[in-house]
């Protein structure tokens, strides 16, 4: 069974931008959001939310309402909950303890964005792999 862990993802490069932009615009709070698209190897949207955590210059917590409309358009056959994202705002982009702790094996996508990077991690259920991953054109089709 393929388990999406030895799949290159692929992701648009606009949402690559978009990371940035997000990061950029929040520090020194951490940014968050949600990475959509249609299979679990291909991201082709970024949805910035808020974050609701109670120390956002530290931590993050997408804020629940979109999270749940997220879920529910993807149960009627909208786009699919590739993973998440969040900031580092000074750190690196790779997973911080806490981010370890959140960890659920659920096998969705983490980007961090931390010291002008972008980097892609698979939440294993003991920690995170980090995933391979190359830009491609926004155009879900040219894939």
Same mark, same amino acid.
């Given at each position: ?9 692929? +992701? ?5 931008? *978009? ?11 951490? %940014? %968050? ?9 291909? +991201? ?7 974050? &609701? ?14 999270? *749940? ?24 982009? +790779? ?18 964005? @931390? ?13 995170? &792999? ?5 830009? +491609?054109?926004?155009?879900? @089709?040219?894939?």
């Amino acid at each position: 069974m393929d388990d999406g862990e030895t799949r290159v993802l692929a +992701v648009a490069r606009a949402v690559v931008s *978009l990371l940035h932009e997000e990061a950029a615009l929040a520090a020194p709070l951490e %940014c %968050c959001g949600l990475l959509l698209g249609p299979a679990r190897d291909h +991201v082709t949207r970024a949805l910035p939310t808020a974050n &609701v955590a109670a120390d956002p210059r530290r931590r993050f917590e997408i804020d629940p309402r979109p999270l *749940l409309d997220a879920h529910r358009a993807e149960r009627a056959g909208g786009e699919r909950i590739v993973g998440y994202y969040h900031s580092h705002p000074a750190g690196a982009a +790779v997973p911080s303890a806490t981010d370890g702790e959140n960890s659920t094996g659920d096998l969705r996508i983490w980007a961090i964005i @931390g010291e002008g990077q972008v980097a892609f991690w698979r939440d294993s259920g003991n920690g995170f &792999v980090e995933q391979s991953w190359r830009r +491609v054109d926004d155009d879900p @089709g040219g894939v």
